[in-house]
């Protein structure tokens, strides 16, 4: 088993790693991760981006989001969580199952005093509650499996991050499953630090066997830094394969309802409709016409806006108001 800890905080980086590790280093080895994020949403592969985060709270927080590549729900990264990775070869009579992969994390707190327990498809918890999800990736008899932590993460950003704004979607992309949670800390009674646990958890990973660190080389960082700038740090990842859905939403203002209707494909507006009790001299559909195409994305919506002086459409409203619709 090949140790490899990141020192970086990035998101994109740390996904882009993962798959530079799990499609390019040598599959005769086994290799296990130790990584953190900045504040960060991590979602499934097959969830629709929009539907799973609060963008104005990721906006005003400066939250990346990033789509990672196995499935399951989304999922909230701070300084107060740690995240693992295993990555595999499978082999004959080898058991892929979560639980093989979580129990080290399991053991690793019982060492510790504390209890924990696997439980349901995926999810680790204490007295209940989870502290722990984990998700699978598997590519031609080889496996990823990563986990995300929650040693003392910051539960209000948690709920907040993850709560969907108040526009009502409907889709076929996988929702995630809100669950009681909690984290590590809270549920002991004496004080557990991400250093103390990461500590732990390589002691039960890698204790029984021989340590071997991994430094990645320049080589490495110049591939995994360019799949993080082409990859994962792009709108058309994170957001583009959100499949296709239909956004609503509305909102009471002092000139009257507004209400947007709107078709979307991979992010794109395929089709808008805009209507309220609202008075205008323009044609309302050249607002509409001129939002179909662009990406769901309230700046874009801003500056189109601005640009057709959507007063004069929407008699009191402003660019920012439109903007907030689309949000």
């Known amino acids: 088993m090949i140790y490899i800890e990141s020192d970086s905080k990035d998101p994109y980086f740390n996904l882009a790693l993962e798959e530079y590790v799990f499609e390019k280093m040598d599959r005769e080895q086994e290799y296990f991760m130790l990584w953190q994020n900045d504040n960060t949403i991590v979602v499934g592969k097959y969830q629709n981006t929009a539907q799973e985060i609060n963008q104005k709270f990721v906006d005003d927080n400066d939250i990346r989001v990033v789509r990672r590549l196995s499935g399951g729900g989304a999922v909230y ?13 499978q082999k004959k009579g080898f058991d892929f199952n979560f639980r093989r992969f979580a129990m080290p994390v399991v053991e690793a ?3 510790m005093g504390i209890r924990a327990e696997f439980t349901g498809r995926n999810d680790l918890v204490i007295d209940g509650k989870k502290f722990s999800g984990n998700s699978q990736y598997l590519k031609q008899n080889r496996i990823m499996h990563h986990g995300c932590i929650m040693i003392d993460s910051n539960l209000i950003d948690v709920a907040d991050a993850l709560k969907p ?4 979607f409907e889709s076929k992309s996988a929702k995630s499953v809100r669950s009681r949670v909690t984290t590590i800390s809270a549920q002991s009674s004496f004080p557990v630090t991400v250093e103390g646990f990461k500590k732990a958890l390589i002691r ?18 110049r591939e995994i830094r360019r799949l993080a700038k082409e990859k994962y ?19 009471r203002y002092p000139f009257g309802s507004v209400e ?3 078709q979307v494909k991979d992010g794109v507006i395929q089709e808008i409709s805009i209507s309220g009790d609202f008075f205008g001299a323009g044609e309302i559909t050249d607002v509409e016409k001129a939002l179909e195409g662009i990406r769901i994305d309230e700046n874009l919506a801003f500056h189109i806006a601005k640009r057709m002086d959507i007063g ?3 008699r009191g409203m402003t660019p920012e108001d439109m903007q907030k619709l689309l949000r």
């Open 77 to 89: 990264h701070d300084r107060g969580n740690l995240n693992f990775t295993f990555i595999v070869d």
């Open 109 to 111: 707190l019982d060492s």
């Open 165 to 168: 704004k108040e526009a009502k």
């Open 204 to 221: 039960q990973v890698m204790g029984k066997e021989e340590k071997e660190n991994y430094s990645l080389t320049e080589e490495d960082l």
């Open 233 to 251: 740090s792009t709108w058309q990842w994170n957001y583009g394969k959100s499949g296709n859905y239909n956004y609503y939403n509305h909102h």
């Open 260 to 262: 947007v209707n709107a």
């Open 312 to 314: 004069s459409y929407i």
